[in-house]
């Protein structure tokens, strides 16, 4: 190979090429260098590390260490990527190869030494064009701007409307009326707990002549513990909240509830958001933490946990935290991330190098279950626990099971040491792996070292899994240990458990994290500490590089990020698109904010105010801006025809837990129950049955679980429940920072269809003929269902509807029968209270 | 390419209605044609055209979950018996990703038998009889490559373009970018059989698309689809004097509020009552001729499940629907592999092969991409679980080297494409990875697949991520 090419060489007449003079960096090199290689390799975009227009740079090498070994060409990177056959290695990517001349060139270069004169423009630095992480408007400080003055200040009720109609004069367009009172409580109801109003709230505050009455509702719905629920939710979302492993069985979590419930009982405390960060982050890590403080860090046991058989722990693990980090990034960063896992981000300055110095935070830190006594719960078990292990100690000792533990414990570390000489072994090894968390550590740990909880988890998992022990020769240790286990069962079963909760613990001592090259976890590049984007205001100096150091820069005065990110999520939820549309990315490829200064305003009171989520959220509801009728303006269909500038309300429809909760509102069903594990409504036979191998079960809730709300629905990430789909529900494998609200077919038979509407549809007609005079039944029906009373011509197709269809359903026993057990004479008001339950306006928040 | 704004569109459809009024007529309807959108544009799942004209109009892609084994079915390996007994070169057992063999695990040999076909002579085992007789409609590729080696991330690269979960699936991806040609069923469905996959209903999510292009799932018991039929006891003329009342009262709403929304949602409730009478006639397979029955073997009870799927696949594909996934479980034979292998093929190769043929004879095959495969395939070397018994043993996951076919709309038939070195372990001659073969796909239908995009979290996403190369060999 080289004897050809050094022919060839010869033939090109360059005498530089024949290796003894060595090419001129200026005339030679840096052209071709400047041609194929510093398009992706710059101050800007560093692929891999690497840069190509900078001399030390170039020389100092890339994630994966040097590429230029001066005077050993064959030992340069560059010189083997160059060079090589195999597609997606060989560089550049793009265009043709380098021909073998230009390869000369290079490898001349090295052999001499590679030569690089400093750069004689360098020695003036020049005016460099300003760069995104200094001119974004995202990456800027916080400054509160001054309040914007305004003409029509008769309309202004807080700071927000100086904003708004500042911008809306500018443009000269007038603000839309105040919405009527009905429109008001409903919307201010639906938005802050989640459920419509009942028609003695809505009679209520249409006799509340007081001047501030609808202030006074404010005060009432933010008490509310629905109004907690219905924040949460939100920041489900945002976590990508599950109660399953997310992959293949898709085991359930029993204990994933847990989290959610601290986040229920934050929201209904108006925790600060510093603290409610830096307790899910980092939680573990407060001195003397609570058990709550450690609940709390389930935030990051949301990601997903693959327990197929075989898989390669690295790799779930690494899948894990690629997971968290990026959750973070969207959650209080607005940042995409996830681009840099694989190459420097393309559009935003953030590097490669970066992303594994945020990894690595999450990478110190590892999943751990913990006792979570619920109220009550101790006691018991307190008491009865000394008599428990006494029993459970005979039992083991009856059978011997101490010893047949010791045993397979001493063959699973063989075979962990010795793969592949024993298959049977090998499979049992393979199969625990992903099942047990921390397997191998905790088999390596040894009985002796492990802690009494780890002791528990790997006593119960040999008990049930006892491997291929063989059975020729251990016949009867299997069967025994069949009848320890049953007796085991029993025995537990008499005895008071303690319920548990999903945490994260630091690692001592923390292990090396090193950058993934092109994201491959198997392609280790340079070692990383964590840090944190030097776009962004650093760490402090002496602070401890874990998770608590993140949590609290995260929250810390210096970062522009997270209070902006916040305050347009809270502002979402009351407009259905925020004040930056692109919630998920303030990047510079997301939309830039239609109210810039309001925006800041906001993120500045919010940090003032203590954080106060509360705040904020009465701060919007209490605006004039929120206030305002939501009907279309065909004067701005043109002008703004999607309603940015805000000089409407926007009609919204609910978010698919709110559509159950409002049907089951309405017809009196509902059950209030705040918190608490999750649930299984009915649901039609075959839609767990997709999951993998017939493994997920979902035995339907009897009772009052039935009739939960929608938030509480047990979500069973690979076979979700229907109806949350249907209604655009985020699948929960990743942070999702805003839902989509899509209208289809699909939801129009959910609707009518589904036995829990038609149920509610049911329930909704006894209630009105129970509780309202016939004459008073319609105006009931729509106080029920849409919190206003109907309209002359709402009433009178109400009527002939009842009169005509009842008239029908007269001739049509059986039906009626159906329609309406309990009272088949007024069958009738079944089918008026599904159509009102399917009228878009019940499923939409004027 | 974005998802249509409906108020941007209106407003642009206004504006080339004032401009088409200056310049005359002529215009507007050529402007809207060119956007591929249609006068009811507002529906997203209008049909829209692509960015070249495609062969394929419709595709089915007939998932045999769990990794089939290749080498017991598309490519042959004689070598394999001379090498039997013996442990992989150590140079090829250091590139393996094992899930539960190791590196050491002896060469297992095929006992199939495998015979040419047809005019072009392609070779399959015994137990694909039926679809070998399909062998000169066939592309059979021999050299498929992936990156994953478990099943779930596996199957998530194979319809999402990624092994991270949450990307919008491959059938999502086509319904978004071509809509919908059926006027009364969903325009992606999902046929199951067997028991449930591992990848369960993230194989058919929408991802970050709206849900109008999540697959839907026609179902094997009950309602065909979830939800259809009324409430029991409930007539259809009390469901249509129900919808006439709401559709009545949502009149009266839009005429106060003035959004458009409202009117989706009558049409929305309109296309679902036309559903709930076109969905069990799809499914009622009471009209098809007895030859027809006997074709696919929907009255044998080892085929009935598969053979009832393959005829609604077709069925479906005359209806207009888009896209039909048929997700069979399972193909994961790490143990008994001769005998559970031929137990899947027993259930599903007639049903297969008659599926083609019937789409042949109807003229349909053209404008329909069938394509056929697992996740990835399996070891030439023996995993073994139960060291007692031989034929117990099986094969493990191999992401290397595996095989998959494709007939129908835009693909060449009678041709092998790409080969194996002589243990089937690696590919030597044009290797297809699986996003290659994502842009094939969306190539036959049409597109260039770095095109079909759409912009989320500040990026345009595509199926095929940031790879993928069109075969170009395997196209008609």
């Given at each position: 190979m080289r004897g050809v090419a050094g022919l060839y060489l010869l033939c090109t007449?360059?005498?530089?090429?024949?290796?003894?003079t060595a090419p001129d960096f200026r005339r030679d090199v840096e052209p071709l260098l400047a041609k194929?290689?510093?398009?992706?390799?710059?101050?800007n975009l560093s692929q891999n590390?690497?840069?190509?227009?900078d001399r030390e740079a170039a020389l100092a090498g890339g994630y994966s260490g040097p590429v230029i070994v001066p005077g050993k060409p064959e030992e340069s990177k560059i010189i083997q990527r160059v060079t090589s056959t195999k597609n997606g290695f060989?560089?550049?990517?793009?265009?043709?190869?380098?021909?073998p001349a230009e390869i000369a060139v290079l490898r001349a270069w090295i052999q001499n030494g590679a030569e690089w004169p400093q750069?004689?423009?360098?020695?003036?630095?020049?005016?460099e064009p300003a760069t995104p992480a200094q001119t974004h408007w995202s990456f800027r400080p916080v400054v509160r701007p001054p309040l914007p003055n305004v003409?029509?200040?008769?309309?202004?009720?807080?700071p927000i409307d100086r904003f708004v109609l500042a911008r809306l004069e500018r443009e000269g367009i007038a603000p839309s009326p105040e919405a009527s009172k009905t429109v008001l409580l409903r919307r201010l109801t639906l938005d802050l707990t989640g459920l419509p109003p009942t028609p003695e709230e809505v009679q209520a505050f249409l006799s509340d002549?007081?001047?501030d009455a609808y202030e006074q509702a404010v005060e009432r719905l933010l008490a509310s513990p629905h109004y907690a629920e219905q924040r949460a939710r939100a920041w489900l979302d945002v976590a990508r909240y599950?109660?399953?492993?997310?992959?293949?069985?898709?085991?359930?979590?029993?204990?994933?509830?847990r989290w959610r419930q601290w986040v229920i009982e934050a929201f209904h405390r108006d925790m600060p958001f510093d603290q409610f960060t830096i307790e899910q982050l980092a939680g573990d890590l407060l001195?003397?933490?609570t058990l709550e403080q450690r609940i709390a860090t389930g935030f990051h046991r949301n990601s997903l946990t693959n327990r197929e058989g075989g898989t390669d722990p690295d790799e779930s693990r690494f899948e894990q935290l690629v997971n968290r980090t990026n959750t973070t990034a969207t959650a209080?960063?607005?940042?995409?991330?996830?681009?840099?896992?694989?190459?420097?981000?393309k559009y935003d300055p953030l590097k490669q190098k970066e992303y594994y110095q945020l990894f690595a935070f999450f990478h110190r830190s590892e999943e751990a279950n913990i006792d979570a006594p619920l109220p009550g719960e101790y006691g018991p078990w307190m008491r009865r626990r000394p008599e428990y292990l006494e029993k459970r100690a005979a039992l083991i000792r009856e059978f011997d099971v101490e010893a047949l533990q010791e045993e397979w414990e001493e063959k699973i570390r063989w075979t962990m040491d010795n793969p592949g000489k024993d298959p049977d072994w090998d499979f049992a090894v393979s199969n625990s792996r992903p099942m047990l968390d921390r397997f191998e550590y905790l088999l390596r740990k040894g009985k002796k070292n492990r802690t009494e909880k780890e002791n528990e988890a790997v006593f119960y998992w040999f008990v049930r899994n006892p491997g291929p022990l063989k059975p020729d020769r251990d016949i009867d240790k299997i069967r025994c240990l069949a009848e320890f286990r049953r007796r085991l069962e029993k025995l537990d079963a008499e005895y008071p458990r303690l319920s548990e909760a999903m945490t994260m613990i630091e690692l001592d001592p923390p292990p090396q994290t090193y950058i993934a090259l092109?994201?491959?976890?198997?392609?280790r590049g340079l070692p990383v500490e964590p840090d944190v984007p030097a776009f962004l205001p650093p760490l402090p100096?002496?602070?401890?590089?874990n998770r608590l150091t993140l949590a609290r820069w995260l929250v810390s005065?210096?970062?522009?990020?997270t209070p902006r990110v916040v305050v347009n999520r809270i502002w979402q939820e009351f407009?259905?698109?925020?004040?930056?549309?692109?919630?998920e990315d303030f990047g510079t490829q997301g939309e830039p904010p239609s109210h810039p200064e309001l925006l800041d305003w906001l993120a500045s009171e919010f940090r003032e105010q203590g954080w106060s989520v509360k705040h904020i959220v009465r701060l919007i509801v209490t605006s004039s801006t929120y206030r305002q009728s939501s009907h279309v303006r065909r004067d701005l269909k043109d002008k703004d025809p999607e309603n940015r500038l805000l000089a409407r309300q926007n009609r919204l429809r609910l978010q698919a837990e709110n559509i159950r909760d409002a049907a089951l509102a309405a017809s009196g069903?509902?059950?209030?129950?705040?918190?608490?594990p999750s649930v299984r409504p009915p649901q039609p036979k075959g839609v767990a049955e997709l999951g993998y191998a017939n493994s997920?079960?979902?035995?339907e809730d009897e009772g009052?679980?039935?009739?939960?709300?929608?938030?509480?629905?047990?979500?069973?990430?690979?076979?979700?429940?229907p109806m949350l789909v249907n209604f655009d529900a985020?699948?929960?494998?990743t942070s999702c920072a805003r839902r989509r609200r899509s209208n289809s077919p699909l939801q129009a038979l959910n609707l009518l269809n589904d036995p829990v509407f038609f149920e509610a549809a049911q329930a909704l007609a006894m209630r009105v003929i129970r509780e309202a005079k016939p004459e008073e039944r319609i105006d009931r029906a729509f106080l029920l269902t849409l919190g206003r009373l109907p309209t002359g011509r709402e009433r009178e197709r109400m009527e002939r509807f009842l009169q005509e269809h009842g008239a029908k359903l007269a001739g049509r026993a059986g039906e009626a029968a159906s329609l309406l057990p309990l009272a088949p004479e007024h069958a009738a008001w079944t089918s008026a209270a599904r159509a009102l339950m399917n009228l878009e306006e019940f499923i939409t928040r004027e | 390419m974005q998802e249509p704004d409906l108020t941007a569109l209106r407003n642009r459809r206004r504006f080339l209605k004032e401009v088409a009024c200056g310049i005359g007529m002529m215009g507007l309807a050529d402007l809207l044609a060119a956007e591929g959108?249609?006068?009811?544009?507002?529906?997203?799942l209008a049909p829209k055209k692509p960015h070249f004209p495609g062969k394929a109009k419709h595709v089915i892609f007939m998932f045999m979950e769990g990794a089939p084994s290749q080498m017991d079915l598309f490519d042959p390996k004689p070598a394999l018996q001379k090498y039997a007994g013996q442990p992989l070169p150590e140079s090829l057992a250091s590139q393996l990703r094992l899930a539960?063999?190791?590196?050491d695990a002896k060469i297992l040999p095929s006992p199939r038998v495998f015979r040419p076909h047809g005019q072009s002579g392609i070779e399959f085992s015994d137990f694909l009889p039926h679809i070998a007789s399909c062998a000169d409609d066939i592309c059979l590729v021999r050299s498929m490559q992936t990156d994953a080696f478990n099943h779930h991330p596996g199957q998530a690269l194979l319809f999402?373009?990624?092994?991270?979960?949450?990307r919008p699936t491959m059938g999502a991806w086509v319904l978004y970018g071509l809509?919908?040609?059926?006027?009364?069923?969903?325009?992606f469905v999902v046929l199951s059989s067997g028991v449930g996959t591992s990848g369960g209903a993230s194989n058919f999510s929408c991802g970050f698309l709206p849900s109008h292009y999540q697959g839907t799932l026609l179902r094997n018991t009950g309602d065909p689809i979830l939800y259809?039929?009324?409430?029991?006891?409930?007539?259809p003329e009390t469901q249509r004097e129900t919808l006439d009342l709401a559709g009545d009262l949502n009149r009266e709403h839009l005429a106060e509020t003035g959004d458009e929304e409202i009117a989706s949602r009558i049409a929305n409730y309109e296309l679902a009552w036309r559903m709930q009478s076109a969905a069990p006639e799809l499914a009622d397979?009471?009209?098809?001729?007895q030859h027809i029955r006997e074709m696919y073997g929907l009255d044998d009870p080892v085929t009935r499940q598969f053979a009832t799927n393959c005829i609604l696949a077709r069925r479906l594909v005359e209806r207009g629907v888009r896209f039909i996934l048929m997700m069979d479980a399972?193909?994961?034979?790490?143990?008994y592999l001769n005998r559970d292998l031929q137990k899947n093929c027993n259930r599903t190769d007639k049903p297969t092969a008659a599926l083609i043929k019937d789409l042949k004879q109807r003229g349909l095959l053209d404008s329909t991409l069938v394509v056929w495969g697992g996740e990835f395939g399996r070891t030439p070397i023996v995993e073994i679980r139960?060291?007692?018994?031989?034929?117990s043993y099986g094969r493990d996951h191999h992401p290397l080297a595996y095989s998959m076919w494709l007939a129908g709309g835009g693909i060449r038939g009678g041709q092998v494409i790409g080969k194996t070195d002589e243990l089937g372990f690696?590919?030597?001659?044009d290797p297809v990875h699986v996003h290659d073969l994502q842009a094939t796909i969306l190539h036959c239908l049409g597109f260039d697949h770095t095109r079909l995009t759409y912009r989320h979290m500040g990026r345009d996403f595509r199926l095929t991520d940031v790879h993928g190369q069109v075969v170009q060999k395997m196209l008609a």
């Amino acid at each position: 190979m080289r004897g050809v090419a050094g022919l060839y060489l010869l033939c090109t007449s360059s005498l530089v090429l024949l290796g003894q003079t060595a090419p001129d960096f200026r005339r030679d090199v840096e052209p071709l260098l400047a041609k194929r290689c510093t398009p992706c390799h710059n101050a800007n975009l560093s692929q891999n590390g690497v840069r190509f227009d900078d001399r030390e740079a170039a020389l100092a090498g890339g994630y994966s260490g040097p590429v230029i070994v001066p005077g050993k060409p064959e030992e340069s990177k560059i010189i083997q990527r160059v060079t090589s056959t195999k597609n997606g290695f060989r560089m550049p990517p793009a265009g043709p190869p380098l021909t073998p001349a230009e390869i000369a060139v290079l490898r001349a270069w090295i052999q001499n030494g590679a030569e690089w004169p400093q750069d004689p423009k360098k020695q003036q630095p020049s005016a460099e064009p300003a760069t995104p992480a200094q001119t974004h408007w995202s990456f800027r400080p916080v400054v509160r701007p001054p309040l914007p003055n305004v003409t029509l200040r008769s309309w202004v009720r807080n700071p927000i409307d100086r904003f708004v109609l500042a911008r809306l004069e500018r443009e000269g367009i007038a603000p839309s009326p105040e919405a009527s009172k009905t429109v008001l409580l409903r919307r201010l109801t639906l938005d802050l707990t989640g459920l419509p109003p009942t028609p003695e709230e809505v009679q209520a505050f249409l006799s509340d002549s007081r001047p501030d009455a609808y202030e006074q509702a404010v005060e009432r719905l933010l008490a509310s513990p629905h109004y907690a629920e219905q924040r949460a939710r939100a920041w489900l979302d945002v976590a990508r909240y599950g109660d399953s492993d997310g992959l293949e069985k898709d085991l359930v979590r029993p204990w994933a509830w847990r989290w959610r419930q601290w986040v229920i009982e934050a929201f209904h405390r108006d925790m600060p958001f510093d603290q409610f960060t830096i307790e899910q982050l980092a939680g573990d890590l407060l001195p003397g933490a609570t058990l709550e403080q450690r609940i709390a860090t389930g935030f990051h046991r949301n990601s997903l946990t693959n327990r197929e058989g075989g898989t390669d722990p690295d790799e779930s693990r690494f899948e894990q935290l690629v997971n968290r980090t990026n959750t973070t990034a969207t959650a209080w960063l607005g940042l995409t991330a996830g681009c840099a896992q694989c190459h420097d981000h393309k559009y935003d300055p953030l590097k490669q190098k970066e992303y594994y110095q945020l990894f690595a935070f999450f990478h110190r830190s590892e999943e751990a279950n913990i006792d979570a006594p619920l109220p009550g719960e101790y006691g018991p078990w307190m008491r009865r626990r000394p008599e428990y292990l006494e029993k459970r100690a005979a039992l083991i000792r009856e059978f011997d099971v101490e010893a047949l533990q010791e045993e397979w414990e001493e063959k699973i570390r063989w075979t962990m040491d010795n793969p592949g000489k024993d298959p049977d072994w090998d499979f049992a090894v393979s199969n625990s792996r992903p099942m047990l968390d921390r397997f191998e550590y905790l088999l390596r740990k040894g009985k002796k070292n492990r802690t009494e909880k780890e002791n528990e988890a790997v006593f119960y998992w040999f008990v049930r899994n006892p491997g291929p022990l063989k059975p020729d020769r251990d016949i009867d240790k299997i069967r025994c240990l069949a009848e320890f286990r049953r007796r085991l069962e029993k025995l537990d079963a008499e005895y008071p458990r303690l319920s548990e909760a999903m945490t994260m613990i630091e690692l001592d001592p923390p292990p090396q994290t090193y950058i993934a090259l092109k994201g491959d976890f198997r392609a280790r590049g340079l070692p990383v500490e964590p840090d944190v984007p030097a776009f962004l205001p650093p760490l402090p100096k002496d602070a401890p590089r874990n998770r608590l150091t993140l949590a609290r820069w995260l929250v810390s005065r210096e970062n522009p990020l997270t209070p902006r990110v916040v305050v347009n999520r809270i502002w979402q939820e009351f407009f259905g698109t925020g004040l930056v549309k692109t919630s998920e990315d303030f990047g510079t490829q997301g939309e830039p904010p239609s109210h810039p200064e309001l925006l800041d305003w906001l993120a500045s009171e919010f940090r003032e105010q203590g954080w106060s989520v509360k705040h904020i959220v009465r701060l919007i509801v209490t605006s004039s801006t929120y206030r305002q009728s939501s009907h279309v303006r065909r004067d701005l269909k043109d002008k703004d025809p999607e309603n940015r500038l805000l000089a409407r309300q926007n009609r919204l429809r609910l978010q698919a837990e709110n559509i159950r909760d409002a049907a089951l509102a309405a017809s009196g069903l509902l059950n209030t129950q705040v918190g608490g594990p999750s649930v299984r409504p009915p649901q039609p036979k075959g839609v767990a049955e997709l999951g993998y191998a017939n493994s997920v079960k979902w035995v339907e809730d009897e009772g009052p679980a039935r009739y939960r709300r929608g938030m509480y629905i047990l979500y069973q990430r690979t076979a979700p429940y229907p109806m949350l789909v249907n209604f655009d529900a985020p699948d929960s494998f990743t942070s999702c920072a805003r839902r989509r609200r899509s209208n289809s077919p699909l939801q129009a038979l959910n609707l009518l269809n589904d036995p829990v509407f038609f149920e509610a549809a049911q329930a909704l007609a006894m209630r009105v003929i129970r509780e309202a005079k016939p004459e008073e039944r319609i105006d009931r029906a729509f106080l029920l269902t849409l919190g206003r009373l109907p309209t002359g011509r709402e009433r009178e197709r109400m009527e002939r509807f009842l009169q005509e269809h009842g008239a029908k359903l007269a001739g049509r026993a059986g039906e009626a029968a159906s329609l309406l057990p309990l009272a088949p004479e007024h069958a009738a008001w079944t089918s008026a209270a599904r159509a009102l339950m399917n009228l878009e306006e019940f499923i939409t928040r004027e | 390419m974005q998802e249509p704004d409906l108020t941007a569109l209106r407003n642009r459809r206004r504006f080339l209605k004032e401009v088409a009024c200056g310049i005359g007529m002529m215009g507007l309807a050529d402007l809207l044609a060119a956007e591929g959108r249609t006068a009811d544009s507002a529906n997203p799942l209008a049909p829209k055209k692509p960015h070249f004209p495609g062969k394929a109009k419709h595709v089915i892609f007939m998932f045999m979950e769990g990794a089939p084994s290749q080498m017991d079915l598309f490519d042959p390996k004689p070598a394999l018996q001379k090498y039997a007994g013996q442990p992989l070169p150590e140079s090829l057992a250091s590139q393996l990703r094992l899930a539960f063999t190791k590196k050491d695990a002896k060469i297992l040999p095929s006992p199939r038998v495998f015979r040419p076909h047809g005019q072009s002579g392609i070779e399959f085992s015994d137990f694909l009889p039926h679809i070998a007789s399909c062998a000169d409609d066939i592309c059979l590729v021999r050299s498929m490559q992936t990156d994953a080696f478990n099943h779930h991330p596996g199957q998530a690269l194979l319809f999402t373009g990624s092994i991270q979960l949450g990307r919008p699936t491959m059938g999502a991806w086509v319904l978004y970018g071509l809509g919908s040609e059926s006027k009364n069923l969903p325009g992606f469905v999902v046929l199951s059989s067997g028991v449930g996959t591992s990848g369960g209903a993230s194989n058919f999510s929408c991802g970050f698309l709206p849900s109008h292009y999540q697959g839907t799932l026609l179902r094997n018991t009950g309602d065909p689809i979830l939800y259809l039929s009324n409430p029991p006891g409930v007539s259809p003329e009390t469901q249509r004097e129900t919808l006439d009342l709401a559709g009545d009262l949502n009149r009266e709403h839009l005429a106060e509020t003035g959004d458009e929304e409202i009117a989706s949602r009558i049409a929305n409730y309109e296309l679902a009552w036309r559903m709930q009478s076109a969905a069990p006639e799809l499914a009622d397979l009471s009209s098809e001729p007895q030859h027809i029955r006997e074709m696919y073997g929907l009255d044998d009870p080892v085929t009935r499940q598969f053979a009832t799927n393959c005829i609604l696949a077709r069925r479906l594909v005359e209806r207009g629907v888009r896209f039909i996934l048929m997700m069979d479980a399972s193909w994961d034979q790490h143990t008994y592999l001769n005998r559970d292998l031929q137990k899947n093929c027993n259930r599903t190769d007639k049903p297969t092969a008659a599926l083609i043929k019937d789409l042949k004879q109807r003229g349909l095959l053209d404008s329909t991409l069938v394509v056929w495969g697992g996740e990835f395939g399996r070891t030439p070397i023996v995993e073994i679980r139960n060291t007692a018994s031989q034929e117990s043993y099986g094969r493990d996951h191999h992401p290397l080297a595996y095989s998959m076919w494709l007939a129908g709309g835009g693909i060449r038939g009678g041709q092998v494409i790409g080969k194996t070195d002589e243990l089937g372990f690696s590919v030597v001659e044009d290797p297809v990875h699986v996003h290659d073969l994502q842009a094939t796909i969306l190539h036959c239908l049409g597109f260039d697949h770095t095109r079909l995009t759409y912009r989320h979290m500040g990026r345009d996403f595509r199926l095929t991520d940031v790879h993928g190369q069109v075969v170009q060999k395997m196209l008609a």
